[in-house]
């Protein structure tokens, strides 16, 4: 799937597509934003908007206040 128009995405749907990625493809947020041609920052914007942040540990977004 083509993540670089993720601005498009619904915010939910967006989340989804980014974890699962990151769960099987990406081993970092960085890879992941490079490997897609991403605008990291309009990502983490977008995601926290929802309530997530990204956890490097588990390499995944988590909704925030969660280990």
């Known amino acids: 799937m083509d993540l670089s128009n993720a601005g ?3 915010s ?3 989340l ?3 974890n699962e990625k990151l769960r099987l493809e990406c081993d970092s ?3 992941l934003v490079t490997t897609y041609e991403m605008d990291v920052d309009h990502v983490v914007d977008k995601l926290s908007a ?7 540990l588990t390499n995944q977004f988590k909704c925030a206040g969660t280990s």
């Open 8 to 10: 498009k995405l619904d």
């Open 12 to 14: 939910a749907i967006l």
């Open 16 to 18: 989804g597509i980014v």
């Open 29 to 31: 947020l960085d890879e």
């Open 50 to 56: 929802l309530g997530f942040q990204y956890d490097p």
